[in-house]
């Protein structure tokens, strides 16, 4: 008898052991999705260093955030597929495009949308007097082999007379399937000038039929195929 209760006793533990690991595991997908809220919401009507108000923004419990770093994301643009938005809180189109990235995700019921805030690494340049390129600070290796997986997609960076320099502005949404960027979408709307004034219901619908056409085409079971037509 006391030998049958051991067993059940191991047994019982074993379970209980499973189902710890178990919610353990559903809590740190989920905690992504809660410290995105909390980074975003926490600017909540709160005053920058200009003066200017945050946008107030509610951010879904389940936005379908992923954290990502680096070299996460040079992974997915040189192999994988996905969606990428490049952002960080303090910005002021980042909070104005959110809210709508999200609810694309949601109407094309797309898994996941991979995060990362590439602040930090970006270069900063400027021209001098004399036009030249100076380099005020250097990005970092993994900051320039991005924008080598964007390639002609990226962004030009402005105000340096050279098309060839590239940049990552944010907030920037890339779309990548198999390791080809299918398109890149950055800032919101052309129409929004002001970045603390609020998108009004068209400018929405048209950010948003970007985002979802975007998606979509990830989801697509069609292979995507190079200028050479390799697949």
Aim: net charge neutral.
């Amino acid at each position: 008898m006391k030998k049958y209760f051991i067993i059940g006793l191991i047994l019982v533990l074993f379970f209980v052991s499973g189902c710890s690991k178990g919610n353990v595991s559903v809590k740190k997908e989920d905690s992504d999705e809660v410290k995105f809220k909390q980074e975003y919401e926490s600017l909540n009507g709160k005053s920058n260093d200009k003066d200017k108000v945050y946008k107030t923004i509610d951010i879904s419990a389940n936005n379908g955030i992923k954290y990502v770093d680096a070299k996460e994301v040079i992974d997915i643009l040189s192999s994988k597929s996905g969606v990428i938005y490049f952002g960080f809180p303090e910005c002021p189109w980042c909070r104005n495009a959110i809210g709508v990235l999200l609810s694309a995700r949601k109407d094309v019921k797309l898994d996941k949308i991979y995060y990362y805030n590439a602040l930090k690494i970006r270069d900063v340049k400027h021209l001098d007097d004399n036009s030249n390129v100076v380099e005020d600070k250097k990005g970092t290796e993994e900051y320039y082999k991005i924008l080598e997986l964007l390639g002609d997609k990226a962004e030009v960076y402005q105000g340096l007379n050279d098309d060839s320099i590239k940049r990552l502005y944010f907030p920037t949404v890339v779309f990548v399937k198999d390791g080809k960027v299918l398109s890149i979408h950055s800032s919101t709307v052309d129409s929004q000038k002001d970045p603390y004034d609020s998108l009004s219901k068209s400018q929405k619908k048209e950010l948003k039929k970007i985002y979802v056409d975007g998606m979509k085409e990830v989801l697509s079971d069609e292979k995507v195929c190079d200028e050479e037509g390799k697949c």
